[in-house]
Each structure stands twice: as C-alpha cells, then as structure tokens.
C-alpha cells in the first residue's frame, strides 16, 4: 500500500473513533507528567468532552452513504451509525459516573488509568460495531475485552475487586478462544475474513456437504459471544465480576460491553449465516432460519436462570448482574424470532437499557459509596432520606420490571410484538420472557419495599455530586419520555437510517 | 375533538402536582387537597352522564390522537391514543368517580404519610377512569397496570398488619393476570395490526373472519382472557390474593378495590371476552355459569364460618361475582343485564360495608365478629346503617342488590334451569351469613363498654348517606341504569346472534 492510496481514502468516516483514540493517547501522556498528589479529575471531564465530540462528529456523519475503507475491513453502515450512536451515549454517561467515583480505598494511584481506559475500550467497541473483516472485529473484540480486565481490577487492594479481574481474564480468554476456533471455520471453509467475500462464497456455490461444519462454527461463534453478553452458557462471571469490580466499570459492562456484543452477533449471523444455506436442495432456508431454535432455547435458559437467581441475591450489584443476564435474554428473543421489527426492537430496547440500568447503577455506586456497603439493606429508608433519589430510583426499577409508561415497557412491547408476528408464532418464547418478567416484579419490588417500607438506618443525608445530577437528570426523563413518546426514536430511527437496508451492500 | 374524557381521566394528575409541591407535614391541608382533586372527575362525569340523558349521542365525545406506530411504514401497527364510552363504560366511570370521592374522604382516617398516600390514590383513580375508557387493547392494559403499581405501595406501607405479604400477593396474582392478558393484546395486534376493540370486533367477527387468527386460536385468547379477568374477578381458585388484600389493605382503599378493581375483570369479559370473540364465547357459556354457580356457593359457604367481619365481607365479594358470572353466562338479555346491575350494586354496597368497616376499626381498633358484640346500644346509627348495607347485600327487594340478583337468576333459568336451581342455594345462604355476621355485631354479647364512643359523627354522614340513597334509588327505579345500557346491551346481543 502507497502514501498515495493510503490518502485517497475517507479517513473522515473514522472521526469519531480518531477523537476517542487521540484524546486516549493525550490523556495517557497527561497522566504521566502531571504531578503525583494532583487531582486526576480533570482528566475524567477531558475525556468525557472527547466522548461528546466523538458524538456530534457521528451526527455530522449519520446522512452519509455507505462507505468502507481499508479493503472493507472498516465500514460505516447504518447499522453501524445507529448502534455506535447508542455505545456513546452510554460511555458517555459511564464516565460521568467514573468522575463522581470515590471509593473508600485502592483507587487514588490509578485515577487517571480509570479514565483512558474507558477511553480505550470504547474505541474497540466502536471498531466491532464498524467491521466488516473478521479480523478487525477481533482487534476491536480484544481492545475492549483487554481494556475492561484492568478496568475490573483497577482497585488494587480491594480484594473483591481482583478477583473480579481474574475471573473475568479466565472467562474471557476461554470464550475468546472458543469465538476465535468457530471463526476459524468460517476461514478455513470460505478462504476469506471479509465479510462480504464470506457472504459472496457461502451464498453462489458453497460445497454442501460441508454444511455440518458451518453448523458447527456457528455454535461455537454464538458461544463465544455469549459471553459479552451475559447470556448462557457464558453467563457465570457476570454476579462475580460486577460485583466485585468498581461500580462504574460494572455500569459499562452491563451497558456497552453488552450492547458491543449485541451489535457483533448480529451482523456475523446476518451476514455469515444468513447467507449459508442449510440444505443440499437450493431451495433451502438460510441456515439462520434452521438455527432460530437453538438461539430460542438459549434465550430461553438465559431469562429463566436470570431472573430465577436473582431472586435470592442480596448484593445488589450481583443482582443487577442477574437482572443483566435476564435481559440479555430479552434480546436473544428478538433475535430468535427473525421479525421484521427486530431492528427496531433491537435498538430500542438496548437504547432503553441503557438509560434505565445506567440510571440505576448511579443511585447504586451513591448508596454503596465510600462504605462499601452493597447489601440491599443498604436501600432502607431512602424515601426518607432523599426522596428524589428513591423516587427516580423507582422509575428505573419500573421500567427494568417493564410497567407501562416507562421505555423498558416499549422495549418489551415491541419484542412481543415480533415474536407474534412471525408465522410460526413463537408462543412458548413469548410465554416465558412474559412469566419470567413476572419473576422479575419480586426482586424489583424488594429494593422497593426497602426504600419505601423499611426504616432508614441512618437519616445521614446523600450529597449528589455534580455528575450524578446529570446523568439522573438525563436518564429519568429518557426513561420516562421514551416510555411515553417512544416514537420519537422510531422516527428517527426510520427516517435516518431506513431500516438499515444498506448493511449488506 | 372533544377533550371532555381526557378531562375526566387525567384531572386527578392537578391534585398529585398540587401535593408534590406542599410540605409533608400540613395534615389537613393535604387531606383537604386530596378529596378535592377528585372531585372534578364526578362533576364531568356527571355532567356527561345528563347530557348522555338527554340526548347526545356518546361518540361525540371520542378523542383520537396519534401516539406510537411500530414498524416502517404508517398506517400499519399503529397505537393511537384514543378514547371513548359507551352506555356501560360510563356508567362505570361514574361509579368510580363517585367512588373515589367517598374513598377520599374515608381516607380523613388515614394516620401516617398523607402526601405520599394521596398522591397514590390520585394516581390509582387515574388508572381505574382511564381503563374504562380506553379504546383500544394496548391503552387499557396501559391503565389497568398504572392501578397495580399505586396499588402495591398503598396495601404494602398503609395496610394492617400481614401488609407487606398481602401487597406481593396482589403484585404476583395480579402481574400474572395483566402477562396473560398481554399475551393476548400483543397476539391480537400483531396478527390483525389494529388494537382498536371496535375494529377487532368488526374484523373478528366477520363471516370470513380473520386469516391470520383461526378459530383455535380464538379459543385459546378466550381461555387465557379468562384465566386473566379471572384473576381479577376473582374466579375460584385464583382468589387468595383477594382475601388478604381485603383484611390488610386499609378500608378506605378497600372500598376502590372491592368497588372498582375487581369489576374491571367482569367489566373485560362483557367487552372483550363476549365482544371479540362472540362464538367462541358462547361455546364456553356452561363453563361461566358453572364457575359463577362455584363462585357463588364457595364463597356462601366460607363466608359463613368467619370470625373477622372483613373475612365475611372478602368472601361475600368473591360470592357475589358469582352472580356476575351467572349473568355472563346466561348469555341472554336479562342475564347480561343482571350481570351488569351486579357490578355497579356490588361496587356500592361493599364500598358502603368497608367504609363501616373503616368506621369502627377507627374507634375499636378491631373488626372480629364477637368483639364488637352489642354495637347498637353504643352507635345506633352506624349498627342501623350496617344492616341497611347487610340488607342490600343479600337482596331485599327495594335495593339494588334485589335488582341484580333477581335478573342474573332469571337469565340463567331461562337458560340453565338445573344449574339455576342449585345456585338459588347461595341465595339463602348469602342471608343466612350476612344475618349472623350482622345480628352477631348489632346485637350479640356486649364484650366491651359502648360509653363514650361516639356514633356516626360529622364527615363519616356523607360517604354513608350518598351510597344509602344510590343503593335505594337502584332498587326502586333501575331504569337509571337500564336506559344508559340499552344500546350497549342490544350491541352485545347482537354480536351473539340472538
């Protein structure tokens, strides 16, 4: 590759990401040469000024047409607009969340790590949702899950906290590989990592009698991703990790490391396996279609353990990581049932999780704060010690539990609505991501009965740091007004993005 | 556009924004606010309900906005915000704004949190007005769950004491009605694209029906609609929540829910149930009435046994739906009729009994049968008024409960003669209960000193002579009810074909 080739590309597609990598760069340097016993908080704003810039210049870019550069491993789709759109907001509000951290102890020597690490990771997440190489997917895959195992054992001497990166290495590096094996099929029986030359091959004149081991690959890959979202069978670090790890961290992995993963999937299974037949006749569905079943059957497992575990957790965090495996089940749903809303709901409902579990998370790393008191108890009496807060507190609640009136219950609306719209209705599917929703109201309503029923321990009053603010502010009246009004983003969804048409241009 | 019901519907919405910005502590100020913001609800109601009488037909007050629409295109999977009564949704929603009047006035005996508390029950009576007039499936589910939430919290930190364990059974049983209910809007809006009940109904029940919905699956939305409103309701065996929302909920809000609540379930099957699926409902005819016969007797006869007052009451509640059932089942005129007379005279009478109920648990702190023995010597007048509500309860004629039960029988005999008879059993059965309740309290053994209790005093006389005079009116002349509901009715016997 010349100079000369090198700058007739667009480069200006990658603005955002360039934005989020510059100021990551700057902000490590800063980090270096600043004096020891200066606050590092600093940095936090300069990085959350990068994260907002990196947003506009995405708005600045949400009317262009398809484009990819460097031999399509990097495109810039719909798709990929729409979901990165979601990943900003999300580390936007993370690290508003990490500037208002203060833990007790083990965290003043590494503040300004904290900081640039989000940085980092969410540039790989931002590269996986942009990929259209296997290869640039993985480079983004590893920048974000190498970026989030410091992140989960940044506390030095909290103990909790480096278990949580241990165990969040091991998980990782085993699901990586297991994704890594899977994806390797897919090389060795199309002889590219692109994407579109992968569809190309699967698609014209694909030698069915290797069918079996395309099956095989695709198991693996949908195992291993699994793993970023949360669901089973990858599911078993999530209560220790988000527990043990900063809340702030724990916040970004239920959020954007989820969604992350989400956007992944689904463009390998659209792209890769939607193009893959599943039958020698050509007649034959896409093996998606055939695979519907076993994404059903996971979904399925992820909501009952989700929610059914959940209800005897007392650490709230470890609830929420819970109520986070419940959701990314919800999601499967959508997926499993291959609707024509599946975009909408898809998008929808991580765009509604993000508001409301965000939300959660910062009354959470408020009321667990410097003590480090994380049991549900720590909730009694908030009523009465802040209303505001066990009243928005309340609200996000309602909408994880998916009450009416709230963005969650949209989200669930809209996934129903796929479920039953497809032939065959997908009625069991439907069934339990209803009953277990059911299961939900109890541990949902057990923070409640704490903050409203119960006596406060103390009637110390809560100081609501300046970020916190904010990110209530936004995420109650997301919350709320996407519940109501939720056509506001189905508009803008639609007339920006057209339904996504251009994803396999 | 006429914005008169979103008027009605959202009017308590001023009273919660008035009491969010008063301080906590002003008792009476925030008690005064909390009975007035729900009085605009009744004065609109009312004053559709006389130019209802008078004359103007009901769809003048339609309302349609915009609200969501799913998917790409317009025009498909649209959720429009609209609203809208016929005879029997305004009848209902009288009865709740009337209701809910009197329930905030019974709440002057609330003792703690009176901010918290009425902004509940203001948002608990925007859910139950906005359920009856919603027009279409996904706006009604969207209200029936704003009841549940305001619900929860005012049985869990107001209630007596087993509250906390009463509010999650009502949450469970309730939550899992409201999935099952879901699961039918969203298999009926997906596959017909409309959630409007009119348009369901036309579509439905045309003669080629509907190709996406077959009449299996019809009969499944029938059953689990069943098992949803019967959860309300409550049908046997889904009734246990109901019994320990009606002993630890305080009696005020007990009035709304025995008053209100439960007759959404009776209130979606007439509409929903018989109006969308009008053929499969007519194959299931045996089943209600058996149910209701069921319904009638079990709880006659546990009704009979109770030592607290509001045990017999809850089981009288479940005993009288029974009848609700019987009605519905009859699938004639007069049962229907009778059906609908019993959800507006139960939704009275047990509202009057809980507020006496309210009335001597405030002044002996129990409601056990034999520990207010001898009541009447202390307060004659509220022993008077109990057997006026006893009375009404199991059907004298002259009351409203007579009108009711009298239709509902005559419906089913027609009918079912065989299942008729036996349940003309729970009739005798409700006297022998509510006499031996009643007598028990009036006149039984005196346990305690009445001296220096007082009777029936100053507010208490409103709530109290208000529902004496609905239940006597409706007994005297049901024409006040039998003409807004002609045309609902004549509608609904269409749809059955007779």
């Given at each position: 590759m010349d100079l000369e080739q090198m700058l007739s590309y667009q480069w200006a597609i990658m603005t955002p990401e360039f934005i989020i990598l510059g100021i990551a760069t700057i902000l490590s340097i800063m980090d270096l040469f600043m004096p020891k016993n200066q606050d590092r908080k600093i940095l936090g704003w300069i990085a959350f000024t990068a994260i907002i810039a990196a947003f506009v210049s995405l708005l600045g870019l949400v009317d262009l047409e398809v484009t990819s550069i460097l031999y399509d491993t990097f495109r810039l789709d719909s798709y990929a607009k729409a979901f990165k759109l979601l990943l900003l907001i999300g580390a936007a509000l993370v690290m508003l969340l990490a500037i208002s951290y203060e833990p007790k102890e083990g965290m003043k020597e590494y503040k300004g790590e904290f900081y640039y690490l989000f940085l980092t990771a969410l540039l790989g997440a931002m590269v996986m949702s942009s990929s259209g190489d296997l290869i640039t997917l993985f480079v983004g895959l590893e920048l974000l899950s190498l970026s989030s195992y410091i992140l989960a054992g940044i506390r030095k001497k909290h103990l909790p906290s480096n278990e949580s990166a241990m165990k969040y290495v091991i998980n990782g590096g085993i699901s990586t590989a297991v994704t890594l094996f899977g994806l390797s099929y897919v090389f060795g029986l199309t002889g590219s990592t692109n994407l579109t030359e992968i569809t190309g091959v699967l698609s014209a004149n694909?030698?069915?009698?290797q069918i079996y081991l395309l099956g095989l690959s695709f198991l693996l890959v949908f195992v291993g991703l699994s793993f970023k979202l949360a669901s089973v069978p990858f599911h078993m670090w999530a209560p220790d990790v988000y527990q043990g790890a900063p809340t702030p961290v724990t916040a970004f992995l239920s959020v954007v490391s989820k969604t992350a993963g989400f956007v992944i999937l689904l463009r390998i299974l659209l792209t890769v396996y939607g193009a893959a037949p599943s039958g020698s006749s050509t007649a034959s569905y896409p093996m998606l279609i055939k695979m519907q079943d076993y994404i059903a059957l996971l979904a399925g497992a992820t909501m009952i353990i989700g929610n059914v575990i959940a209800l005897r957790q007392r650490n709230v965090k470890r609830l929420f990581a819970y109520s986070s495996i419940a959701h990314a089940g919800y999601l499967l749903v959508a997926i499993a049932a291959l609707s024509a809303f599946m975009f909408d709901a898809m998008w929808f409902y991580l765009g509604a999780y993000l508001f409301m579990n965000l939300g959660a998370f910062a009354i959470i790393q408020l009321i667990s704060g410097k003590s480090d008191n994380e049991d549900i108890s720590a909730f009694a009496g908030l009523y009465k010690r802040s209303p505001i807060l066990a009243v928005s507190m309340g609200v996000f609640l309602l909408s994880l539990a998916g009450i009416p009136g709230t963005a969650g219950f949209i989200g669930k609306l809209n996934i129903f609505m796929g479920t039953f719209y497809v032939d065959p209705a997908h009625y069991v599917l439907a069934s339990v991501m209803i009953a277990t929703t059911v299961i939900s109201y109890f541990y949902y309503f057990g923070i409640f009965t704490q903050m409203f029923f119960r006596p406060a321990a103390s009637d110390e009053k809560i100081k609501l740091p300046a970020g916190i603010i904010v990110v209530l502010v936004i995420t109650v009246a997301a919350t709320i007004v996407f519940g109501l009004f939720p056509n506001l983003a189905f508009d803008f969804l639609h007339t920006s993005f057209n339904g996504f048409s251009d994803m396999f241009q | 556009m006429n914005l008169m019901l979103a008027l009605i519907v959202f009017s308590p919405l001023l009273g919660i924004l008035v009491l969010s910005l008063m301080p906590k502590m002003q008792e009476s100020s925030i008690k005064l606010v909390g009975i007035l913001a729900t009085l605009p609800a009744l004065v609109l109601s009312l004053a559709v309900f006389s130019q209802y009488k008078n004359g103007t037909e009901l769809f003048a007050y339609n309302l349609k906005w915009d609200w969501i629409h799913f998917g790409m295109s317009e025009g498909v999977f649209e959720i429009p915000f609209e609203l809208g009564v016929d005879g029997f949704s305004l009848i209902m929603v009288v009865l709740t704004s009337i209701l809910s009047v009197l329930a905030a006035i019974a709440s002057l005996h609330i003792k703690k949190e009176w901010k918290g508390y009425f902004m509940l029950f203001l948002l608990l009576e925007v859910g139950m007005l906005g359920v009856f007039v919603a027009e279409n499936l996904i706006l009604f589910f969207l209200f029936f769950e704003i009841t549940l939430i305001p619900m929860f919290f005012l049985i869990g930190k107001w209630g007596f004491h087993e509250k906390e364990k009463a509010a999650y059974s009502f949450l469970i049983y309730n939550g899992l009605g409201s999935a099952v209910l879901l699961i039918v809007i969203m298999v009926l809006f997906a596959r017909t694209g409309t959630s409007n009940i009119d348009v369901l109904q036309q579509l439905l029940t045309a003669d080629a029906g509907h190709a996406r919905i077959t009449d299996n699956v019809k009969m499944g939305l029938l059953l689990a609609l069943l098992v949803a409103f019967g959860v309300k309701l409550p049908i046997f065996p889904l009734h246990t929540w109901m019994l320990r929302v009606h002993v630890q909920a305080p009696p005020s809000i007990v009035m709304l829910h025995s008053g209100i609540l439960l007759k959404i379930g009776a209130y979606g099957l007439i509409r929903f149930g018989m109006g969308i699926f009008p053929e499969q409902f007519t194959s299931i005819a045996w089943l209600l009435a058996t149910l209701g016969v069921v319904n009638l007797l079990y709880g006659a006869f546990l009704a009979l046994i109770q030592k607290d007052f509001k045990m017999v009451l809850a089981y009288s509640s479940i005993s009288h739906m029974g009848i609700v059932l019987i009605g519905v089942g009859a699938l004639n005129e007069a049962g229907i009729q009778g059906a609908i007379f019993q959800v507006v005279s139960h939704g009275l009478i047990s509202a009057l009994l809980f507020f006496l109920v309210g009335i001597f648990y405030e002044r002996f702190h129990t409601s056990e049968i034999t520990k207010l023995g001898g009541m009447a010597k202390g307060m004659p007048i509220t022993a008077g008024f109990l057997l006026a509500g006893a009375m009404a309860s199991l059907g004298l004629p002259g009351m409203s409960g007579f009108v009711s039960e009298f239709m509902a029988f005559l419906g089913l005999f027609d009918a079912m003669p065989v299942l008729a008879a036996v349940g003309c059993l729970g009739i005798i059965l409700t006297a022998v209960y509510l006499l031996r309740a009643v007598l028990g309290m009036t006149f039984g053994k005196a346990q305690r000193e009445f001296t220096g209790v007082s009777d029936i005093s100053s507010f208490e006389w409103a709530p109290v002579l208000v529902l004496v005079a609905l239940i006597v009116l409706i007994g005297v002349y049901p024409s006040v009810l039998s003409e807004p509901l002609q045309a609902t009715l004549e509608t609904i016997m269409l749809g059955l074909g007779g």
């Open positions: 694909f030698d069915t009698q | -």
